[in-house]
Nanobody, 132 residues
Framework: QEQLVESGGGLVQAGGSLTLSCKASLASFDGYAMVWFRQAPGKEREGISCISWSGTGRVYADSVKGRFTVSRDNAKNMLYLQMNSLTPNDTATYYC?????????????????????????WGQGTQVTVSS
């Protein structure tokens, strides 16, 4: 059964760091670009980072650029999100996701054509809370 399972969320003080992990049970993990989304209370779910199937292509939303780093280990079917310099504005539930299209990062991420319907698999989410 294909599934994505996030871990690593928690409570951290402003300025601190966290690393999120996503274990993918997919038939062919390296056949997917992977995306990190987050959703804060009362706000829409937003894509914050996308990594190509090979890991060589990475893109970020402006809100996290320079602070967050996405990576993956295809041999272990793992996706990661290193988050530094966290602020209370980063408080949200974080989701890893596998889109239908392998070219999602270049064709859809951060563009008007991006929408949640382009995601094939979602994780259950992990909560990140940043205290001031």
């Amino acid at each position: 059964q294909e599934q994505l399972v996030e871990s690593g969320g928690g409570l951290v003080q402003a300025g601190g760091s966290l690393t999120l992990s996503c274990k993918a049970s997919l038939a062919s993990f390296d056949g997917y670009a992977m995306v990190w989304f987050r959703q804060a209370p009362g706000k829409e779910r937003e894509g914050i980072s996308c990594i190509s199937w090979s890991g060589t292509g990475r893109v970020y939303a402006d809100s996290v650029k320079g602070r967050f780093t996405v990576s993956r280990d295809n041999a272990k079917n793992m996706l990661y999100l290193q988050m530094n310099s966290l602020t209370p504005n980063d408080t949200a539930t974080y989701y890893c996701a596998a889109p239908f299209r392998i070219d999602y990062c270049t064709e859809y991420f951060g563009k008007p054509t991006e929408n949640l319907g382009r995601i094939r698999y979602w994780g259950q989410g992990t909560q990140v809370t940043v205290s001031s």
